[in-house]
């Protein structure tokens, strides 16, 4: 019940990967990584998270900036969501990123988290978050999954024993991009697409990513494959401005002569990972980009979708927003 | 009339403060040798706590005491505890540990062992009243103000006479009034409407939270507080703490939000007295976002059923009315019967009925909220008139005009009467500013898949009380020293009714000074700001002082040129004779004779009809200057009314659930304007409270274990500047009230209710007149809505998202 007070922590804050990989390494599980820290300190504050450890990266210079690369752009784990928001390179090129950008959270939120903390960031089940001891928490039981429980913000796909949903604006976008998650650790580098880098409960249920103990994402990178689409992005929250999405889409796509060569719709907030629309991508691909289209592929976009007793709203939104991102791209 | 001072714009002193950070607010105090204490809450929602075992906790460096339940008094009945072993809500303080800082203070609670025995607990205030229902308390489920704790439960007969979908009317009420003959008017009404409808209890978000700081100094507790009155605090907060009135010193000059949980004395701000007296040095409660949600009090939710018939012509001529309220743990505050009330003033029904009951609830406690119970019944209520006037092919502002209260309006259970009234004035002021005749005729108007809505709400609260006192004192060195003890919430109505001192006075502003937010600096009684009734009070009470002091500078200046009192007049600080202007004192002069001639003038004599506390603070800056005291005994016939209307025109996305506010404008029956800066930012502020109200706003719990879903201002969504129309316009009818002598009525609540209520007119409007039964209404009932779905929460299910 202890809120809003932290427990005391070591606090580290190395100057260079190779300072904070050897960190990582030593602590192991007991040590905690910090970038804006906007998701961390409510952790911290309700004692629900208690680390002895904390390695704050935002000393690391060579993870902030975005350079341009020949097959596209690179983007440091640190770079604020605002400079992405505010980067016309991304606004060009990558709209649907700066797009996202702009609906998280709010503004003063958005000037100090980071692109690798708001892909890194935890759900926000909120049984998960008053600190019970479910099945996320490495306990044995799902408090959000039962007929009674208040579920309305929860997820329509991939339930398994946790039925918590991804929370994240920017990961969408970055999964339509088809970007790639860097990853650092003392063995070396891996590369994971975006895709792969969220995982659901049926590959691990404490953990919203592959990133493991002893490992940093350092760098997300955009391939030029979709710079320059036609883009859409959408975010449905209750409030404009610091809430996370009921659901969101995101969509990249190719069109030609109004007809769509090509494309990829990711959706948050209706699964534990940023779901593919891949249905409704084949149902639009190589279609006329009109209304019949669009409400043809958003009518397919909540096939499979297992409702619980107050969400079942998201169903309709998720079909309606995916149908927008066609017909109003 | 002309004013010199009234009706114009001024700064407040408080706001340099404000705006540079310089304001002290509670938790900015600090004091030599202070530490800092913090709560142990209760993580179930009803238990029994035993073999509490603070050993290992007070072994800690750093802790230095430890306050239980035993240390604090006992409460009677449902009253709210200090502290208690038997909690009643998920947050509920069971003990404090004080330690040199918060961390250790935290660290220590996590030491402290105890025995916690659950016991049932009840979230939805119908479950209480079924037959063998839990109960909230273990001593009963019903209690409020003036209605002792007991237990009550309808019949299963009563429960069956109902639909599951229908909220039951038969059960018995512990409060109940009607007038006229209900039976034969809605027999005569040409439609009935029947619906069952649920409110939703909110927060109050308070931006500051309810710190307190407290130390003893020679036998007096003094007590640094954050709380929306001053002087009406003392009497409540002297019994928490368990001392005379006249030992306890409070300090409460800035209030950073309180919205009615801060009106009147809680018994969590006496925590840190009690501390400091067991442990001999002062002591700093903080209390954080997260324990504000638990300690912060709630709007009381509703679960009801109204009856309403209209006539042909759209007169609202029957209502019947039932309410269960959902009041917290201890009953909160009497919202249900307040609703009623407004019920009847702003309909006007020939017969009405009214039965209520406040079922305790194991949620935290209930507190009144800017236009607790009449804010809630708005949004039941005006869209069930749209729907009349729809039904019969009335205007929708035609149909209020024909309901609107005027000067004969007779109210309430009671059937009273009020001072003056002029809703029509409001409704019609309001049209013009909204250009209603052509802005209506955009409803339903299309734009893919966006769809308009316009919509007018109304609402009303009581806007003044009366009795209270007024007092001043000119200086030697000229200046007027105006004594307010009715708090500062924020509204700046304490400064704004001080100005009636110097309007009578004559005085510059610029040489006026509010002696306020300190018990030391000698503060007459007055009311609490709460209840719209500051600006109407006040300025009743400080217009008395005024006029007492008025007369003591004539009878002065008679003194000393000859004649007598009437001969002389009152104008730029002086005193002067109407024969020859020549002989004149000025105000310094005068404080200073008022001083040599001592008696009445310089305060050594004062009325017999003063509050003991004004009888202190005036007899403590006797002998100061020109003491201008006295209660006030103006007539007061009726209740004053404050009315208001508001009128908003929507964007709804039917595929998203989303709508964008196009424009909203209030406009407020409040008597004289006395500050129009004040006033705009009351209606403004109101319509962003009243539209989280409408949609965004409210408390959710899990029935199965009772946790609180929404403890933190992300989770509990109070609209964000995003969810706000950028244009929102503000105005007032500005008639005075016969019944204050600057003709001055409150006018702080119903902005919110009517703003919520138009914005629950507009979106049924969008949605071709949907009736929700249910506020606030949010994004995913609109889609079902939209869709044909079946709503996920029951239609009576309470405290669900």
């Known amino acids: ?329 | 009339m002309a004013y010199t001072l009234l009706g114009k714009n001024f700064t407040p002193p408080d706001i340099r403060g404000k705006v540079t950070g310089k304001a002290k607010f509670a938790e900015d105090f600090r004091a030599e040798g202070m530490v800092y204490c913090k709560l142990l809450l209760s993580p179930m929602p009803h238990a029994r706590v035993s073999n509490i075992d603070v050993s290992d906790a007070l072994a800690m460096d750093g802790v230095v005491g430890v306050l239980t339940a035993d240390d604090v008094p006992a409460m009677e009945g449902a009253a709210q505890a200090i502290l208690t072993n038997n909690p009643h809500y998920v947050g509920d303080p069971i003990l404090a540990v004080a330690a040199i800082d918060e961390t250790t203070a935290a660290d220590a609670l996590e030491k402290i062992r105890y025995d916690i025995e659950p016991l049932d607990f009840v979230l939805d205030p119908l479950q209480s009243l079924y037959p063998g229902g839990t109960n909230a308390q273990v001593k009963g489920n019903v209690a409020n103000a003036g209605i002792p704790l007991q237990e009550l439960k309808w019949t299963a007969r009563d429960f069956a006479s109902a639909d599951t979908d229908q909220f039951p009317m038969t059960g018995k009420a512990v409060s109940e009034w009607s007038y006229g003959n209900l039976e034969q008017e809605f027999s005569a009404a040409a439609v009935v409407y029947d619906e069952s409808f649920v409110t939703a209890s909110n927060s109050h978000h308070s931006m500051e939270p309810r710190s307190a700081m407290s130390y003893w100094e020679n036998g007096k507790c003094f007590l640094f507080g954050s709380s929306q009155s001053q002087s009406f605090m003392i009497p409540g907060l002297a019994a928490y703490i368990g001392i005379e009135p006249e030992d306890l010193v409070y300090i409460a000059e800035y209030c950073g939000g309180g919205f009615g949980s801060k009106g009147a004395p809680y018994p969590i701000m006496a925590l840190p007295a009690h501390m400091s007296k067991k442990i001999g040095r002062p002591v700093m409660m903080r209390i954080s976002r997260a324990e504000e949600y638990y300690l912060g009090s709630n709007r009381a939710g509703f679960q009801g059923r109204v009856k309403v018939g209209v006539a042909r012509n759209g007169k609202v001529t029957a209502v019947d009315l039932y309410i269960v309220q959902s009041g917290g743990p201890h009953g909160g505050f009497p919202d249900f019967n307040s609703a009623a009330g407004a019920v009847s003033i702003c309909y006007q029904p020939n017969a009405m009925q009214y039965r209520g009951i406040p079922v305790l609830t194991n949620t935290p406690p209930g507190g009144a909220q800017r236009g607790p119970g009449q804010n809630q019944i708005a949004m039941v209520m005006e869209p069930l008139l749209d729907k009349a006037a729809r039904e019969l092919g009335i205007d929708r502002l035609e149909i209020r005009r024909i309901n609107a209260p005027n000067n004969d309006t007779i109210f309430g259970g009671r059937q009273r009467s009020v001072t003056s009234a002029y809703q029509t004035e409001a409704l019609n002021k309001g049209a013009l500013a909204f250009n209603w005749e052509q802005t209506k005729k955009r409803s339903g108007e299309r734009n893919g898949s966006k769809v308009i809505g316009v919509g007018i709400g109304q609402a009303y609260h009581s806007a003044g009380a009366a009795g209270f006192d007024g007092l001043l004192r000119i200086a030697p060195d000229g200046r007027l020293h105006i004594h307010s003890g009715v708090g500062n919430l924020g509204t700046y109505s304490y400064a704004a009714t001080s100005r009636i001192v110097a309007e009578v006075l004559h005085c510059k502003w610029e040489n006026c000074v509010i002696e306020r937010g300190d018990t030391r600096k000698h503060l007459p009684w007055n009311f609490g700001q709460f209840g719209s009734n500051t600006s109407f009070t006040m300025s009743r009470s400080n217009h008395a002082a005024a006029m007492d002091a008025r007369q003591k500078l004539l009878e002065i200046a008679a003194a000393e040129f000859g004649g007598s009192a009437d001969e002389y007049e009152l104008g730029e600080e002086t005193v002067f004779s109407k024969a020859d202007a020549a002989k004149k004192l000025t105000y310094s002069q005068a404080a200073q004779r008022a001083i040599d001639m001592g008696g009445k003038y310089a305060g050594h004599e004062i009325p017999d009809d003063l509050h003991p506390m004004t009888r202190a603070s005036a007899t403590a800056i006797a002998g100061t200057g020109l003491i201008g005291v006295a209660k006030d005994n103006y007539a007061l016939d009726g209740s004053p009314p404050a009315l208001a209307a508001g009128f908003m025109v929507i964007e709804l996305d039917t595929e998203t659930g989303k709508f964008e506010i196009l424009e909203y404008n209030g406009v407020i029956d409040c008597g004289t304007v006395i500050h129009p800066l004040g006033l705009a930012s009351q209606v403004k502020g109101g319509a962003v409270m009243g539209i989280g109200l409408a949609s965004t706003e409210r408390i959710v719990y899990d029935p199965q274990n009772g946790l609180p879903a929404n403890v933190g201002f992300h989770q509990a969504k109070p609209p964000s500047y995003l969810d706000v129309p950028s244009r929102l316009g503000s105005d007032a009818v500005d008639i005075a009230d016969p019944q204050n002598p600057m003709g001055i009525r409150g006018m702080g609540e119903p902005v919110m209710g009517c703003a919520a209520s138009a914005l629950i007119c507009a979106i049924s409007d969008a949605l071709g007149g949907h009736y929700f039964n249910r506020t606030p209404i949010v994004p995913d009932m609109i889609i079902n809505a939209i869709a044909g779905r079946e709503q996920s929460h029951k239609p009576l299910q309470v405290y669900t998202f």
């Open chain 1, 1 to 329: 019940m202890a809120k809003d007070m932290m427990t005391r922590f070591e606090l580290y804050r190395p100057a260079d990967i190779a300072g904070a990989l050897d960190l990582v390494d030593k602590l192991g599980s007991d040590g905690w990584l910090i970038a804006g820290g906007q998701d961390s300190l409510d952790w911290f504050k309700d004692r629900a998270k208690r680390p002895t450890a904390v390695v704050d990266l935002s000393r690391i210079e060579s993870m902030r900036g975005m350079r341009e690369t020949e097959d596209g752009l690179e983007i440091g784990a640190l770079v604020t969501v605002t400079e992405i928001e505010e980067s016309t390179l991304i606004q060009n090129f990558y709209g649907v990123l700066a797009d996202a950008a702009s609906r998280v959270a709010s503004p003063q939120i958005r000037n100090v988290g980071t692109i690798g903390g708001n892909v890194c960031q935890d759900t926000r089940c909120w049984y998960y978050r008053s600190g019970l001891d479910c099945y996320r928490a490495g306990g044995s039981t799902c408090y959000a999954d039962t007929p009674e429980a208040m579920n309305r913000e929860h997820c329509l796909f991939g339930a398994d024993r946790c039925v918590a949903v991804s929370p994240s604006d920017l990961a969408p976008a970055l999964v339509v991009l088809d970007a790639s998650m860097v990853i650092q650790s003392k063995d070396g580098e891996r590369i994971v697409s975006a895709e792969a880098f969220f995982i659901g409960p049926d590959v691990d249920i404490e953990r919203m990513t592959v990133i493991g103990p002893g490992e940093i994402l350092t760098t997300i990178r955009i391939p030029n494959t979709w710079s320059g689409a036609t883009f859409y992005f959408e975010k449905v929250a209750d409030r404009n401005t610091w809430d996370f999405a009921l659901v969101n889409v995101a969509a990249a796509m190719r069109v030609e002569n109004d007809v769509i060569q090509d494309i990829r719709i990711a959706c948050g907030g209706v699964e534990c990972v940023p779901r593919r629309m891949t249905v409704a991508e084949d149902i639009a691909k190589g279609s006329a980009k009109d209304e019949e289209t669009a409400k043809l592929a958003g009518g397919s976009a909540a096939r499979g979708a297992v409702p619980l007793n107050y969400n079942h709203f998201k169903i309709t939104l998720l079909e309606n927003l995916v149908m927008r991102a066609i017909r109003d791209s």
